[in-house]
């Protein structure tokens, strides 16, 4: 079983992006646990945007709950990743995120009205010897018929951004990933004669 089908059989949004990496899975494996939105530079511009909005809008600018923004839902190692994330995007940093929901069960049990459930899914296949396919899914469904006209207007503005940003994502993902495959296959200097 898909392992983002479990907390997401059916999506009300969704996007779907893939890169071919000329790396083996390992690498790429690697490069996608250690990712970071610190890695996305040419994204700022967006995450500024969305801040001046939030501000505008809410008088204050989104701050991520304690820990990290994503919550880890599930992996099989050197083939899925499955990251949650909830909140009301929507409204700009006016309640985006929860810090009560920080783990697999409360994420799937989570029905609270009014807000978005969203995953981001990475997945590795293998595209030849030496290279991998990435595809990174995301998926969102909403808990109630409010909720999902919001999301629904949200989507339609940032649609554009979050494919940009997937793109970025998965850049990120290659860079790191040749990087190491590229460290792994040196010779080592004990091993020149």
């Not at 790191?176 to 020149?192: F, G, I, K, L, Y």
Request: aromatic content about 10%; cysteine-free; overall charge positive.
């Amino acid at each position: 079983m898909n392992l983002a089908d479990r907390f997401m059989p059916t999506a009300e949004f969704s996007e779907r992006h893939a890169r071919v990496i000329d790396a083996p899975r390992d690498a790429v494996w690697d490069a996608v646990s250690d990712f970071s939105f610190r890695d996305l530079r040419l994204a700022a511009p967006l995450f500024a945007a969305r801040a001046v909005i939030g501000i505008a809008a809410n008088g204050r600018r989104y701050r991520t709950p304690k820990g990290e923004m994503f919550i880890p839902l599930a992996e099989d190692r050197g083939r899925q990743r499955v990251l949650g994330l909830l909140g009301r995007w929507w409204r700009f940093g006016g309640a985006d995120s929860r810090a009560d929901v920080r783990d697999a069960e409360t994420f799937d049990a989570f029905d609270e009205p009014g807000y978005g459930k969203a995953i981001l899914v990475f997945e590795l296949e293998d595209a030849g010897p030496g290279r991998t396919r990435v595809v990174t899914r995301t998926r969102v469904v909403t808990t109630d018929a409010g909720a999902h006209r919001a999301m629904a207007r949200y989507w339609r503005l940032i649609r554009p951004g979050s494919g940009f940003i997937r793109h970025l994502m998965l850049a990120s993902v290659e860079r790191r990933a040749r990087a190491a495959a590229s460290t792994a296959n040196e010779p080592r200097s004990s091993d020149v004669v």
